[in-house]
C-alpha cells in the first residue's frame, strides 16, 4: 500500500474520532496528529502526559511500575521490596530481563521478589513495624546486600505510613542505605511520575553518600551510561563500544548496576543519556550539582551509532576522537554484511511502533538502515519534550499518537496495513490474530540485545525472521483463499 | 512561580528549562546580563515572558524561581 498523503492521514484521524462520544472526541483529538517536520515544537500539535480517559484501553502503568520495575529495579545488589499486598511485586517479578551478572540470592536480588504482604491487618493497624522487622530479617538473610530501597504500594500511601522514619531507623540498625520512594501507584497518570520519583529518590538519599571522599580515583575519560536498563544485555553492547573506544564507563544506570555505581557517577566527566524519558531528571540535577555536562545518544542501528559515538567523542580529547574513528571503521565490515544480507528482504516494508520511553524515536534510524519505513509512532507515557525529540525523526505526514487506545490502534493498524507492528505484549496477540507481523519492542521478544553493533545484527536478524516468517501466509483460512481453491478443484 | 532550571548550551545561548511542564526553550533576550547584575525579564523563542528577580550573576546551570508574565501565544 501507498503511503498515506496529509489530507489522507488528517481524514483518518477524523473517520478514527467518529465513534466517540463529543467530550471523549475532543479530548481523544489532541493526543492524535499527523506529523509535520516543519514544526519546532510538538506542543503546537500533540498533547502528552494526560489522564488516560475512564473507558478506553489504555496500557500505561503506574508509578510503582515506573519505580521499581524500571529505575529501582535492575540496581542489582539492592534489595528492593515491594511494600504492600503481594501482587504488584509478584506479577512484575523478573519480567523485564535486565540482565545482570551476580549470584542471585547471594550477591545479587535482580529476580526475586521481596514483600512486605500486607494483609487486612497490617492496613488497620499501619505496617510500619511490620517494615521494621522485614529490614532486620534481609540483614540477616541476605548480609551480602549492599542497601534497601522501600518501594512504596498504593496502601501505602491511603494508610499514611511513616516509611521515611522506618527508613532512618533501619539504616542506623544495619549500617546500609535505606531508601524510601513513594511510588504509590496512584500518583499521576502513567508510569512516568514513578521514574521522577525514582529520580528524586535517588537524588535524596544515594547521589551524595560519597560526597567530600575523594578516594575512588578518576581518569579524565570517565563517563556513566544512564538510562539503560540492560534488556537482553543492551547495556553490555553499548558498554564495550565506549571502553573500546577509550573511555572507561565508571556506572551503569541502572542495567547491570549496582549501588555503588551509582554513589561513585558524581565523580564522572560526562553523563550519556540513552532512555531520557526515565533519567533526565537526575542528570540535570548532576549537572546543576556536579555541574556535569550530559548528552543523549542513540545506538540503534549503524547510523546513529556512528553520529552517537562522534558526538560523545567531541566531548574530549583527539585520543577519544581517533577513537571513535577507530571503532567505527572496526565494525564497518560487520554492520555492512548485515545490511547487505537483510536490506534486500526488508525494503521497502512499513512499520508502526507504540512503546515508552525512549525508542518511539530511537528504534526509527535502525529501521531506515534495513531500509524499512516507520510510518507511525507513539508514546505510552512520553511528555512534549519526548515529541519535540521525534517530529525530526519521523517522516512527514506519518501518524503520531500518544497514549493510544485499543480501539484507535486497531483501527490505525487496519487502514494503513504496516508490514510490521513495534508494540507490547498487551498488543502482540490482538495484532499476530488479526495477521500483522508482530515484535514485542520492551522487551526485545525475548530476544537481544538491540543496543551497539552486535545488538544491530540480531535485530536485523529477529525482524526479518519475523516480517518473513512463512506463517504469516497461513493466517487465512484455506478454504478462504483463491489459490487454494484452485487447488482444491485440480485435487478434484 | 515555576522553578526554572537553566544553563548555557554550547552556543553560550541561556536554556530554560520548566521541569513540571518539561518545556525546554531558549531565551532570546535577558533584560540585565551584566558583570554585577543578572534578572528581569527573560523572552523565549516562543514569546513567552518570564521575570526573575535581578541578582549579582549566578553560576549556571542552576534553578531560580520566576514569575510569568505573559503566556505568549498560546
Redesign the interface.
Known amino acids: 500500500m501507498a503511503a498515506l498523503t496529509r489530507e489522507e492521514t488528517e481524514a483518518l484521524i477524523q473517520e478514527v474520532l467518529e465513534i466517540y462520544p463529543e467530550q471523549a472526541k475532543k479530548d481523544r483529538a489532541k493526543h492524535l496528529a499527523v506529523n509535520d517536520q516543519s514544526l519546532?515544537?510538538s506542543?503546537k500539535c500533540i498533547t502528552s502526559?494526560r489522564k488516560s480517559l475512564p473507558g478506553v484501553m489504555t496500557i500505561r502503568g503506574c508509578a510503582y511500575a515506573g519505580s521499581k520495575g524500571v529505575v529501582w529495579g535492575p540496581i542489582k545488589d539492592m534489595i528492593h521490596i515491594s511494600h504492600g499486598p503481594v501482587g504488584c511485586g509478584q506479577y512484575s517479578r523478573a519480567g523485564r530481563r535486565n540482565y545482570y551478572v551476580g549470584t542471585t540470592g547471594v550477591n545479587t536480588f535482580g529476580t526475586m521478589n521481596f514483600t512486605s504482604d500486607f494483609t487486612e491487618k497490617d492496613i488497620v493497624f499501619g505496617g510500619d513495624k511490620k517494615l521494621a522487622k522485614i529490614i532486620t530479617e534481609i540483614e540477616g538473610l541476605f548480609p551480602l546486600h549492599k542497601g534497601i530501597s522501600i518501594q512504596s504500594e498504593c496502601p501505602i500511601g491511603l494508610i499514611g505510613d511513616d516509611i521515611e522514619a522506618v527508613a532512618k531507623k533501619g539504616n542506623k540498625e544495619i549500617g546500609k542505605p535505606v531508601v524510601p520512594v513513594r511510588c504509590e501507584g496512584f500518583r499521576g497518570v502513567s508510569q512516568s511520575l514513578g521514574h521522577h520519583i525514582a529520580n528524586d529518590a535517588i537524588r535524596d538519599w544515594v547521589l551524595g553518600n560519597r560526597d567530600g571522599d575523594d578516594s575512588f580515583p578518576t581518569t579524565p575519560y570517565d563517563v556513566a551510561v544512564i538510562g539503560d536498563y540492560n534488556i537482553g544485555g543492551d547495556a553490555w553492547a553499548s558498554r564495550t563500544l565506549l571502553e573500546e573506544m577509550g573511555l572507561r564507563v565508571v556506572a551503569q544506570w541502572s542495567g547491570d548496576g549496582t549501588l555503588a555505581e551509582i554513589e561513585n557517577t558524581p565523580k564522572v566527566k560526562l553523563n550519556l543519556i540513552h532512555c531520557y524519558r526515565s533519567m533526565n531528571?537526575i542528570a540535570?540535577h548532576m549537572?546543576?550539582k556536579y555541574?556535569i555536562p550530559w548528552i543523549e545518544y542513540n545506538f540503534f542501528g549503524p547510523t546513529k551509532i556512528a553520529e552517537s559515538l562522534r558526538r560523545i567523542a567531541s566531548h574530549f580529547d583527539e585520543t577519544i576522537q581517533a577513537g571513535a574513528e577507530r571503532v567505527i571503521a572496526k565494525y564497518q565490515a560487520e554492520y555492512e554484511a548485515v545490511i547487505a544480507k537483510y536490506k534486500p528482504r526488508l525494503e521497502g516494508k512499513r512499520v508502526m511502533l507504540y512503546i515508552g520511553g525512549l525508542r518511539p524515536r530511537h528504534v526509527i534510524g535502525a529501521y531506515e538502515d534495513l531500509g524499512m519505513e516507520v510510518v507511525g509512532t507513539g508514546y505510552e507515557f512520553g511528555?512534549?519534550?519526548d515529541y519535540?525529540r521525534t517530529i525530526k525523526e519521523m517522516g512527514n505526514a506519518t501518524l503520531l499518537y500518544d497514549d493510544v487506545t485499543g480501539y484507535e490502534f486497531e483501527e490505525f493498524v487496519k487502514r494503513v496495513q504496516p508490514d510490521l507492528i513495534g508494540s507490547g505484549i498487551k498488543e502482540k496477540y490482538i495484532f499476530q490474530k488479526m495477521g500483522v507481523p508482530f515484535r514485542q519492542m520492551h522487551s526485545w521478544d525475548y530476544s537481544g540485545p538491540y543496543h551497539g553493533y552486535d545488538g544491530f545484527a540480531i535485530f536485523a536478524r529477529d525482524m526479518d525472521m519475523t516480517i518473513n516468517n512463512p506463517c504469516w501466509k497461513q493466517v487465512k483460512a484455506p478454504w478462504k483463499t483463491d489459490a487454494s481453491s484452485d487447488a482444491v478443484k485440480v485435487a478434484a | 512561580m515555576p522553578s526554572v532550571m537553566l544553563k548555557k548550551n554550547p552556543e553560550g545561548k541561556l536554556i530554560f528549562y520548566v521541569p513540571k511542564k518539561d518545556l525546554e526553550e531558549v531565551a532570546e533576550s535577558v533584560e540585565f546580563d551584566t558583570a554585577d547584575k543578572w534578572g528581569g525579564e527573560v523572552v523565549l523563542a516562543d514569546g513567552s515572558k518570564y521575570f526573575f528577580e535581578p541578582i549579582a550573576p549566578p553560576d549556571f546551570p542552576i534553578t531560580l524561581r520566576a514569575k510569568r508574565v505573559d503566556s505568549g501565544e498560546d
Request: glycine share 0%.
Open positions: 519546532e515544537k506542543n502526559n531528571y540535570r549537572e546543576e555541574k511528555h512534549n519534550d519535540d
